[in-house]
């Protein structure tokens, strides 16, 4: 039995697939919590029915309770404005200009490029931001923008922490109210074809020994089948 059990076990792991990246952290919005547990969020606004709302620089802050070296950052979001510069993601505790913005309904980090894919207000989207080390891709509603090279300062590098959608201030208040319908954070570089795949938040993994218990019992299940059949 034992060897039948260990036989299922490894049959699994040989069929589900390799990622360069696993979910560290997730904000779903039924209340203010991190699903996962890893993280601790923060921010003024008001969370119901499963988003995070928020007024003009009304912003999400969120400590990861470590340093990721590599990480990718989901966030599915609705801006009420879109002209001008609005803020969606700082990685300097609010104390510079740079970061990830709406700059006239298109996608742009500053200091860097601007893309040409189009933002609708009152309109949820999904803009995601990875960094594997050396370079950081933009990707919007699940297609590639661009790529940042982080060798320039201001640029995405490990991180312990960042905001969304709140804004520095230095000139003027770049920000607009919206909605949040979810924000995850990933240990790890998601690819293109994992960003693409998303529609919606990734679910939650089990913890392994819920997994192992859970392919144990499909085993026992295999093992009673076939003696029933046998006898």
Not at 52 to 62: D, K, M, P
Not at 209 to 216: A, E, Q
Request: net charge negative; hydrophobic share 40%; aromatic share 10%.
């Amino acid at each position: 039995m034992k060897k039948l059990l260990l036989a299922a076990i490894v049959s699994l792991a040989a069929v589900l697939p390799a990622s360069s990246a696993t979910l560290y952290s997730q904000f779903v919005f039924d209340d203010g919590t991190d699903t996962l547990g890893n993280s601790t969020g923060s921010g003024a606004g008001t969370i119901a029915g499963g988003t995070y709302n928020h007024a003009i620089n009304e912003g999400w802050s969120v400590a990861l309770g470590t340093t990721l070296n590599t990480w990718s950052i989901v966030m599915n979001f609705e801006s009420d404005e879109t002209s001008g510069f609005r803020r969606l993601m700082d990685f300097s505790g609010l104390s510079s200009e740079n970061g990830l913005y709406i700059d006239d309904a298109q996608i742009r980090f500053v200091p860097s490029t601007q893309s040409t894919a189009t933002v609708v207000a009152n309109t949820f989207h999904t803009v995601a931001l990875t960094f594997d080390g050396t370079d950081s891709n933009v990707y919007f509603d699940g297609s590639f923008l661009y790529t940042i090279n982080t060798s320039g300062a201001g640029h995405p590098a490990p991180i312990s922490s960042f905001v969304v959608v709140q804004d520095e201030g230095f000139s003027g208040v770049e920000a607009s109210a919206g909605s949040l319908d979810y924000l995850e954070v990933y240990s790890g570089a998601l690819t293109s074809g994992e960003i693409a795949a998303l529609s919606g938040p990734a679910a939650v993994p089990l913890p392994a020994g819920v997994v192992l218990l859970l392919s144990g019992l499909g085993a026992l299940g295999i093992a009673r089948r076939r003696r029933g059949a046998a006898a």
